[in-house]
């Protein structure tokens, strides 16, 4: 890394695993775990500029580059580049440019782990921000001391971070995103166990606008978009009892449609309540012709 400049980061993508040997992965899997990383980084950027949201201008001053693809593997080199970066614009301590992008990134990852170890151990943790501290994490047995940018960062990545690992399952066993020194955020069966949350189940059924884009009619499990106030979530669905699987497949053609169902519930990195997960009970609204969802 010393010997590049700041305006560019060198990341390597891999996927490994059994099912990668047979080159068998399906290629919405790749495009999703890459999709995540680059949520990652992309967080990460706004963070470090103090920006909500990439418009088409910023991301001529920012961008994720592809540059080689091994033949017969699932190994992508990449880079970060920035370009028309001042060093003001980054929070004192952080490196400028690309370089300051990928220290944030890893350092928020390695905060996020840091507190689900803890959970999972029952061993309370006390964080503080502070400008000054010589690296963007640091521990010091129960405490843990953070720059402010980390603390903001964190919360917007843990949810990219679940769902990558929520990939790992038998024939893939590792997502890693690294630099040249094999440091970075990488995800196997440990980190599949520590970011899957308890996770505690609403009594009060609730009715939704979703717009449902993914199924599988075999585990009866899929994803879709819940419609709130304007902003658009992405939560993954079980549906519930003897239903009918017919309307859900016809949901799939529809840009809207109104569910009836029970959340569930976990903790993030901050200890807010967050819906993990959606039970689904019914479409109370649907056509006519989809109704008879219970058998």
Known sequence: MENTPPNIQPLFYEISGPEVLKEEIPLYEVLGSLREYMNILDRSYL?????DRLTKKERKSYKIIAYKFSPGSLNIDLSIQTFDILQHV???IIPAGAHGVWELAKSSYDFVKLVYEARSENRPVEVSTNN???QLVQQDGNNIQIHPSVAINAEHIENSVIIISNQIREGINRYTLQDENEQGIKITENEKRLFSPETIVDDKPESLLVNIYRL???SRKGKLHAIERGEIRDIPFQIVGDQAIEPYIEALKSEQVKI???KELAKNIEGKDYVARLQIINFPDFDS???GLFK
């Open 47 to 51: 963070t470090l500029t103090g920006k």
């Open 90 to 92: 980054f929070p004192f």
């Open 132 to 134: 000054s501290v010589e």
């Open 216 to 218: 599988d009619t075999e």
């Open 260 to 262: 009836t169902a029970l």
């Open 289 to 291: 012709r989809q109704k």
